[in-house]
Antibody
């Protein structure tokens, strides 16, 4: 059973870069979409973007965050990472990593079938 | 972007009674190539990540009790809990995975009356 675990600083200063890592255990990173999703306190879920590990690590980002987001993968370590630049208080949230199974024709089979437990990131000076 | 709109924002139902959550997408999430709706439902309890409950609009994930039923087509979908149990208290989200950006409904909080 694959498990995901987010890690990274819990506090980031305004205008700095938020960096998180998701470690995948119990499975490969290949042939899946690996996403970052966030949830501000008391609010709903926002998809940040994904990396697709079969196609040379191609990425797809939410246009609302695209200018500030980079998602990368380290296949040898079965980890993928999120970098979000120039953070503000609005980026304070629980950040989740999650997996989608690729279903052929570049589609997702089930939605997000596996999630990490989430890591809380606060942006404050 | 495909906007997902859930209703109501919250509902309180007596134990054993039916609860229905509605979800409307601003565009179709139906693939004409395989005739499947790319619509999922998640349950989230406090302090926990969301858990996939339903995919393809009506397929229950393994282990999900059969009192949970997904339905709908086109742009209108629903999640029905046929007989509410105490452990079903949670926030439920619909989500489309038809295209990017992936988008979620705002969530519906289900409580016991």
């Amino acid at each position: 059973q694959v498990q995901l675990q987010e890690s990274g600083p819990g506090l980031v200063k305004p205008l700095e870069t938020l960096s998180l890592t998701c470690t995948v255990s119990g499975g490969s990173t290949i042939n899946y979409y690996w996403s970052w999703i966030r949830q501000p306190p008391g609010k709903g879920l926002e998809w940040i973007g994904y990396i697709y590990d079969r196609d040379s690590g191609s990425t797809n980002y939410n246009p609302s965050l695209k200018s500030r987001v980079t998602i990368s993968v380290d296949t040898s370590k079965t980890q993928f990472s999120l970098q979000l630049t120039s953070v503000t208080a609005a980026d304070t949230a629980v950040y989740y990593c999650a997996r989608e199974v690729e279903c052929g024709s570049r589609t997702s089979c089930y939605g997000f079938d596996t999630w990490g437990k989430g890591t809380k990131v606060s942006v404050s000076s | 972007d495909i906007v997902m709109t859930q209703s109501p924002d919250s509902l309180a139902v007596s134990l054993g009674e039916r609860a229905t959550i509605n979800c409307k997408s601003s565009q179709s999430v139906l693939s004409t190539s395989n005739n499947k709706h790319y619509l999922a439902w998640y349950q989230q309890k406090p302090g926990q990540p969301p858990k996939l409950f339903i995919y393809w609009a009506y397929i229950r994930e393994s282990g999900v009790p059969d009192r949970f039923r997904g339905s709908g087509s086109g742009t209108d979908f629903a999640l029905t809990i046929s007989s509410l149990q105490a452990e079903d208290v949670a926030v439920y989200y619909c989500q489309q995975y038809y295209t990017t950006p992936r988008t979620f409904g705002q969530g519906t909080k289900v409580e016991i009356k």
